[in-house]
């Protein structure tokens, strides 16, 4: 175990610094970092009591005055432990404070029908895992959820002295959503995509299992497709599960180009041209030119996220393309001997062209509900805190949420925790000239020909995979809805 | 002429004590489904033609755009092929499900099989199962690798090469078909069953000494009485292949490349989609869908034969 600990510990190691450089990438609306509020300089303040035994010296809050947290939690491939034991732990710490929880794998629905009742008394005090998708873009421009700025300077619960900002990896913030440079949601975890694998498989095969370029990777495919074996498979009842092996690819031909901060912030904003952008039509070739080798499983269509990810536990698949809480989410299905491994898809042509993996720190985002008493958001903000410490942080990992701490790896137990989905990932990283990027867009349109665009795409993406349809044609399509959503909303 | 004896005054207040009575009686009979069917159907459905008319994603400020989205709907091509797919389900599955379910109904009626009982709780069993078991239920079927239509066809010698038959656009839609009539036939037989219950036997016996055969008695017998029954199974079932969309929800997701997409899954989306809030536009296609369900209605008022039938 302590071998596997101080392997990790390496990996840890060689990751954090690279971390630091990236950058590029971000910003979005807004990349600075934000400035210290008055709130945020200071702890809480309206303690209910001038008696200081009665409130708790790290945040001033009432140690009598009891409060209960209503959070709607979205119960997602990282499973719900996590969030048990976090409760469990600050409860222990502040027996003050209980929580409420409604879980569901499909708490969305619930949250929008409760916004869009208007009625701040029926709604969650608390939101997470990222109530995403566009509806908590929409609802942060709103104003709806209480600004979460201010935390980045506060003082980690676990280290003293030390503020969060300074505790999470260097591109955290960066990479964070925010909504005109304000934070809505303060990340207590990260996630990778890319192609999953089985060592194991790839090992007893003598596949490539770290391709450096294009070339390379089609090598791969073919070699696996040699086999009798399905190269690539992704659910086709959700087919833009397709798009987690290729879209940060955008990012990575950008860099390449020397555009990538204009793309970024194109990208970001669906300036157009977006779905004909040169990236976007690129990524779209290459996504067929490995459909017509017979990269994906016959029948695509019909399988769902579960038979996918099963193809690929069973050795039908060489590779799926999903997220690293897989591992969690097939734990009761992993045959023995199984054993995880990660790549990215190199676009390159070049061993020495970098390769990005797409990253999306924000697993567990947590969002508060603006229209809240005051006392009840300031035991928020604290669990927010709360979730940032190394032990919590560690507890996560074993549920596949990997940590944002850069001292995490300062203490080899916390590394023993980790899923090996989530280490494959760094694995990746430590071995390839390879960073680390975000897909997220900070707009949304509320015009039906956004949601048509979409959904032309959607219902394209298999038969544009296989070349069956000429992507080209499809994006241009899309392209005309985007302008006319975009149209209405300068109206 | 007040009858000796007989205290007219007192009458005419029992009466109007007995009206009163009737009327707290109605109201309470009537009034708490009259407020929950207001309330809930009512309301919601009127503030439907309301969000009809603004573009709105639930959550920011709405707005009025007035006819736009009925405009913009009728140039929407996906509206258009969703409700083609409505049209195949609407014209097959209410007339598959009403002959098969006349036919086997009228067996187990008139064969007089010992299994009788336990054939109605057989065909019955899909009503009492949820959607989503009967989906996931057909996907299994309906599966390349492991599913029982293909493994059942090799068994004839017919080679699929794992065929599978919800991920082709050419058999998709098709494929939705005996599900929905499969979960609907068990609750139509019992409904036919017990309305043939009520033809007189001596019907019958006259035809048979007449000669008549099964299935001239079952078409000039029993179908044309029960025809008032039939006539409404149709129009719920006709309803049920406009508004249903949960099953193709759950079993193709509208897919593959929108083969499936039925006009109600496309409202969902359009509503609830992941990317997608439009309440507006989604509350106009609704409006649209409730003028074609009470056009259908007409329609089929208008077709079907009305004849009243003493027996």
Not at chain 1, 97 to 109: A, L, N, Y
Not at chain 1, 275 to 289: A, F, G
Not at chain 2, 145 to 156: D, H, P, R, S, T
Request: proline share 4%; with cysteine; net charge positive.
């Amino acid at each position: 175990m302590k071998k596997t600990a101080k392997s990790v510990a390496g990996l840890m190691a060689a990751v954090l610094p690279m971390a630091a450089v990236i950058g590029c990438s971000g910003g979005g609306s807004g990349s600075s970092s934000p400035s210290p509020t008055k709130a945020a300089s200071s702890a809480p303040s309206s303690a209910p009591s001038d008696n200081k035994s009665d409130v708790y010296p790290e945040n001033g809050l009432s140690k009598t005055e009891k409060v209960t947290i209503k959070w709607g939690y979205w119960e997602n491939g990282y499973g719900r432990e996590w969030a048990d034991n976090a409760i469990k732990k600050f409860t222990a710490k502040y027996p003050n404070v209980k929580f409420e929880v409604t879980s569901s794998p499909v708490i969305r629905d619930l949250i929008g029908t409760k916004m869009a009742a208007k009625n701040d008394n029926d709604m969650f005090d608390i939101i997470s895992p990222s109530f995403n998708g566009d509806a908590g873009t929409i609802a942060q421009k709103e104003g709806l959820f209480e600004e979460l700025t201010d935390l980045w300077d506060r003082e980690v619960p676990d280290k003293k002295g030390v503020k969060l900002k300074d505790v999470v990896l260097p591109n955290t913030m960066e990479y964070s959503a925010k909504i005109d440079g304000k934070f809505y949601q303060i990340p207590m975890g990260a996630y990778a995509l890319g192609l999953f694998y089985d060592k194991t498989l790839f090992e007893k095969n003598g596949w490539n299992q770290n391709p450096k370029t294009w070339d390379e990777f089609k090598k791969l495919v073919s070699d696996i497709k040699a086999k009798g074996i399905i190269p690539i498979t992704y659910p086709g009842v959700y087919p833009d599960y397709i798009y987690f092996g290729f879209r940060i690819k955008m990012f990575e031909m950008a860099e390449k180009k020397g555009t990538l901060d204009q793309f970024t912030k194109d990208y970001r904003s669906f300036k157009q041209p977006f779905y004909t952008s040169t990236e976007y039509k690129e990524m779209w070739n290459r996504i067929t030119e490995l459909g017509k080798m017979g990269a994906y499983p016959d029948g695509v269509a019909a399988i769902n996220h579960t038979q996918s990810q099963m193809q690929l536990l069973q050795g039908k698949a060489a590779m799926a393309a999903t997220g690293d809480w897989v591992e969690n989410e097939m734990k009761d299905s992993i045959p023995d001997g199984f054993k995880w491994g990660f790549m990215s898809i190199p676009f390159g042509d070049s061993a020495n062209d970098k390769i990005w993996i797409e990253n999306g720190i924000g697993a567990g985002s947590m969002m508060i509900w603006k229209n809240k008493p005051e006392n009840v958001k300031k035991w928020a903000k604290e669990f927010n805190l709360f979730l940032m410490t190394n032990e919590i942080q560690a507890f996560n990992g074993k549920f596949g949420i990997s940590p944002i701490r850069k001292d995490f790896a300062d203490d080899p137990k916390n590394l023993e925790q980790l899923q090996s989905a989530p280490r494959a990932v760094l694995e990746f990283a430590k071995n390839n000239k390879s960073q680390y990027g975000t897909t997220v867009q900070d707009v949304s349109f509320s015009h039906p020909s956004a949601a048509r665009a979409t959904k032309l795409l959607q219902d394209s993406i298999i038969d544009m995979a296989t070349g069956k349809k000429d992507s080209g044609a499809v994006l241009e399509e899309a392209e005309k809805l985007l302008k006319e959503a975009i149209d209405s909303s300068k109206k | 002429m007040a009858q000796p004896g007989v205290n007219t005054a007192g009458s005419g207040g029992l009466l109007r004590k007995n009206k009163v009575q009737k009327r707290i009686f109605i109201f309470f009979a009537i009034g708490p489904s009259f407020l929950g069917y207001l309330l809930f159907t009512l309301y919601p459905n009127i503030l439907s033609v309301y969000y009809s008319l603004l573009e709105w994603n639930g959550i920011s400020a709405s707005k009025f755009v007035g006819l736009d989205n009925y405009f913009y709907m009728f140039k929407d091509n996906f509206v258009w092929t969703s409700l083609y797919h409505n049209l195949i389900l609407m014209i097959t599955v209410p007339i598959l499900t009403i002959y098969i379910s006349v036919f086997l109904a009228y067996l187990l009626n008139n064969k007089g099989y010992l299994e009788s009982a336990f054939y109605k709780v057989l065909f019955f069993l899909p009503n009492v199962l949820a959607i989503v078991v009967v989906a996931l239920l057909w996907r299994f079927i309906y599966d390349g690798e492991y599913g029982m239509l293909n493994a059942f066809l090799k068994l004839f010698g017919i080679e699929t090469n794992n065929f599978y038959w919800l991920g082709d656009t050419r058999t998709a839609l098709w494929a939705i078909l005996p599900v929905s009539i499969w979960s609907g036939v068990g609750l139509y037989i019992i409904i036919f069953m017990n309305a043939m219950k009520g033809i007189p036997a001596s019907l019958y016996e006259s035809a048979i000494l007449d000669g008549a055969t099964h299935m001239q008695r079952l078409f000039k017998i029993t179908m044309p009485l029960i025809n008032p029954v039939i006539r409404v199974s149709a129009l719920f079932l006709v309803l049920g292949a406009f508004k249903g969309f949960e099953l193709i929800l759950i079993m193709t997701n509208g897919g593959p490349s929108g083969s499936t997409e039925v006009i109600g899954s496309y409202m969902f989306n359009m509503a609830f989609g992941k990317n997608s809030h439009n309440y507006g536009y989604a509350s106009a296609i609704g409006m649209f869908l409730f003028i074609i369900m009470v056009v259908a209605k007409m329609i089929i008022d208008k077709f079907s034969k009305r004849d009243e039938i003493e027996f």
